[in-house]
């Protein structure tokens, strides 16, 4: 800033600059005008253009420059135009080139294994053996001098970008002594390629799977027959890819990379902002992510079984132990008078499915953190599962949470290793605390939680949004092909939120600081509109803890009674089936019954709120205030007029509007407390693992040195991994300047709270809020009853 107020004011200094004919700056809608009307333009001309393209032009021969030139290589350029004889000399060293021929008025792609000849004063297509493109050994023998024959070798299948190409192995004959040489596995490795079998009849080149691991990442729907297993342009590549071949192939080559990044310390599954401390765990359900069951389908487990789902026969063992310490009660739980499907404590196994879906645990970041396979729905067991694994964080958010806390609190008396899970606190997610009762949304909102900050806990529905693509693909495939594909895709996943996280945190600290004004100005002009002071505000605060920590507020006869806990139920039950429309359906024919479901649970609560206000001695219920609250896209929270308390002259939804901007304002202030702690501690992961590297470079060294190589590994396995170790410590060490640069420019005011590159992180770090944890157990204690 300082910086841009000199540049205006040296702006304002100059003398004989008349800035009022600069002309004004066009608008976005008037730039793309004008970008489409230049497109609009140039059209003709771009058609000619592509049209030209194929226009055949008599060339001589770029290498020679005697002959008539009769194929045109696209890699080649800018000398692309060949004769017979050079293209043979020059692309059989070459053979994966591009190359187009003219001998028949137009260009036609030929691939490797065809050459142009000149036969009776014409130009024929003859077919050639070509071999496979590998690195070859400095020498085969130990002969004095190195004087090798190259022969074709046996056929080989290479599966690349372009297509398939039919080729031969290279064979190497020393002159002298006649021991020959042919490639390997390890050496088919070596030249980039990952062989479908171990029999290496077939080779996939490594950059097809980046390429197919790129898109399945922009496109989790995409099947690997969706990449036109036909790999390659039109009429460039002939010949069929056996789709199941490069699935295995895909899956070996992605588990052997995840081994790789193992020894070099990398944990694709934790958050470097979140270690030690933990803030918050979301855990929510995804029931899109089934699979069909399949008759004789393969008991063998995946590469990545336990990676990041866990193995069901934990899951299991643990459901099961649940189940026998705690007698279950049948149906869904209720939230005040409505019912919610995610809160069951047991539930019946589907027809036709295998798994149901999965469970999943998050972090506030959007790091995948650990999930499970579902086989009974969404039981509360799960998640106890889940929470059971990350302890250390302080919230667990839910979407029932309302149902869970007592839940866990009966199992915990049964389980007694089970009661450490008590300490850690609950929340609604925000989103989720609006399909609850107005109540329990004030009791268990994240945003009315003391120390939660602004933790959204919808963090699982963000992942959701994109993990629910793969359903297309999963729900046919074999159970260890399913597990497999989707940790790839939970690796990659946070593999992208790690790449941004550094941007990520720093744009929040940016909006928090923003925000916190705004909310703090707009918190001060309600006070003067209501002319609440501030002493009032903190008694308002109470009485909206109190309304909702108390039952009905009036003693209605039995009818009328009746009618409230009905409109109330179908108010909710509205809003919790908008809200799971499209989250927990996949087919238009299950949305369609539910979107009729709504329509007519919208049309008794009508009736119900009509005959309520023809009740004698009863508040009337505003229709049209329903009605709008439930046409919004977010369902907003409904008090009704037998719950509010008006004792002070003063409605008790005003006080809520009052209440919201004040926890608000506390959870935003929070905010830049934690965001400041996590920052810190992203860079203090950085630091410890410049440190574990180089540990390991040192270990690996050392064992390589006394020759005693490290996990069975061969000396060029060991030194290829001191070759990965020192890329590994690169990377790592222009990502701490990359970051602390980032965190630098967004605190300026504490730059010591970002730790300079070759300094040292302070020992000593103090991230506690300054409430006591007296005043936490009160909230505690006050939520739980």
């Not at 899109?288 to 990676?307: A, H, M, P, T």
Request: one cysteine or more; aromatic letters at 8%; hydrophobic letters at 35%.
């Amino acid at each position: 800033m300082q910086r841009l107020e000199d540049l205006l004011r040296d702006s304002e200094s100059i003398d004989g600059q008349d800035f009022d004919q600069q002309p004004p700056l066009s608008s976005w809608s008037q730039r793309q005008k004008e970008v489409q009307q230049c497109w609009q333009q140039a059209r003709p001309q771009n058609l000619d253009n592509l049209l030209s393209a194929e226009n055949i032009v008599q060339m001589t021969c770029n290498h020679c420059h005697m002959r008539e030139a009769v194929i045109r290589c696209g890699e080649c350029m800018p000398s692309e135009w060949f004769c017979a004889e050079c293209d043979h000399l020059v692309h059989k060293h070459h053979t994966l080139h591009s190359r187009q021929t003219t001998i028949y008025g137009f260009y036609k792609y030929i691939p490797p294994t065809e050459c142009v000849k000149l036969h009776d004063g014409k130009y024929i297509i003859c077919e050639q053996d070509c071999l496979l493109p590998t690195a070859f050994p400095q020498m085969i023998c130990s002969c004095d001098t190195v004087d090798v024959a190259v022969s074709v070798g046996r056929s080989i299948i290479l599966v690349c970008i372009n297509g398939r190409y039919d080729l031969h192995v290279p064979v190497l004959t020393c002159k002298h002594c006649n021991k020959q040489w042919s490639p390997a596995v390890s050496d088919f490795v070596r030249s980039g390629y990952w062989p479908a079998t171990m029999q290496a009849q077939t080779l996939f080149h490594q950059d097809l799977f980046h390429s197919f691991e790129a898109m399945k990442t922009v496109a989790p729907g995409m099947s690997q027959t969706s990449l036109h297993i036909n790999v390659g342009p039109e009429n460039k590549a002939t010949g069929k890819v056996n789709a199941d071949a490069f699935q295995r192939s895909f899956l070996q080559y992605m588990y052997c990379n995840s081994e790789e990044n193992q020894h070099l310390g990398k944990e694709p599954f934790v958050c470097p902002a979140c270690s030690p401390e933990m803030v918050a765990v979301s855990v929510d359900g995804n029931r899109k992510l089934y699979r069909f069951q399949k008759i004789n389908q393969s008991e063998e487990l995946g590469f990545f079984d336990g990676v990041f789902l866990a193995q069901d026969s934990e899951v299991s063992n643990f459901v099961e132990e649940v189940r026998g310490a705690v007698k279950s009660t049948a149906g869904k739980a209720m939230c005040g008078e409505s019912h919610w499907t995610a809160a069951r404590e047991t539930s019946k196994q589907a027809n036709k499915l295998d798994e149901e879906g999965v469970e999943i645990a998050v972090c506030r970041h959007g790091f995948l953190l650990k999930g499970l396979n579902m086989y009974r729905g969404e039981i509360f067991a799960y998640p106890m599962f889940l929470q059971k694994e990350f302890q250390s964080a302080t919230f667990l958010a839910m979407d029932v949470t309302c149902r869970y806390v007592p839940y866990l609190e009966k199992v915990s008396e049964a389980l007694t290793h089970l009661q450490p899970l008590q300490k850690m606190r609950h929340c609604l997610s925000v989103m989720h605390a609006k399909a609850h009762n107005t109540k329990c949304e004030i009791l268990w909102n994240a945003r009315n939680q003391e120390g939660a900050g602004t933790t959204l806990g919808e963090e699982v529905e963000q992942f959701n949004s994109y993990f629910s693509r793969c359903a297309l693909t999963t729900k046919y495939m074999a159970k260890s092909v399913r597990t497999d594909m989707l940790t790839v895709h939970a690796m990659g996943w946070n593999q992208r939120k790690e790449n941004g996280l550094h941007i990520a945190l720093s744009s929040r600290f940016k909006k928090t600081v923003e925000k916190t004004l705004d909310v703090t100005e707009s918190l001060k002009k309600m006070q003067d509109q209501l002319h609440c002071c501030d002493d009032m505000l903190k008694q308002w605060v109470v009485d909206v803890k109190q309304w909702a920590s108390s039952g009905s507020a009036t003693a209605s006869p039995v009818d009328a009674r009746g009618l409230q806990i009905s409109i109330e139920a179908l108010f909710v039950s509205i809003c919790q089936k908008k809200h799971y429309l499209y989250r927990q359906n996949d087919r238009n024919k299950r949305r369609l019954k539910i979107s009729q479901k709504i329509a007519q649970e919208k049309k008794r609560l009508l009736e119900e709120i009509q005959r309520y206000n023809q009740q004698p001695d009863g508040d009337p219920v505003d229709t049209n205030s329903v009605v709008q609250k439930l046409s919004n896209k977010a369902a907003e929270s409904m008090i009704w007029p037998w719950q509010e308390q008006n004792t002070d002259g003063v409605d008790i939804l005003t006080k809520k509007k009052l209440f919201d901007q004040v926890m608000l304002a506390s959870r935003l202030t929070e905010e830049k407390q934690i965001l400041v702690k996590e920052m810190m501690q992203h860079c203090q992961y950085l630091k410890d693992s410049v440190a574990k590297v180089q540990s390991l470079m040192a270990t690996v060294s050392v064992s390589t040195q006394t020759g005693s190589y490290p996990n069975g590994f061969t000396e060029e396995g060991s030194m290829g991994l001191i070759g990965l170790l020192k890329r590994r410590l690169q990377d790592l060490r222009l990502k701490q300047q990359t970051v602390t640069g980032t965190y630098r420019g967004i605190l300026k005011p504490s730059p010591r709270l970002v730790e300079e590159e070759d300094g040292e992180m302070e020992e000593e770090m103090d991230w506690q809020c300054d409430n006591s944890s007296e005043d936490e157990d009160e909230d505690d204690a006050e939520v739980g009853t």
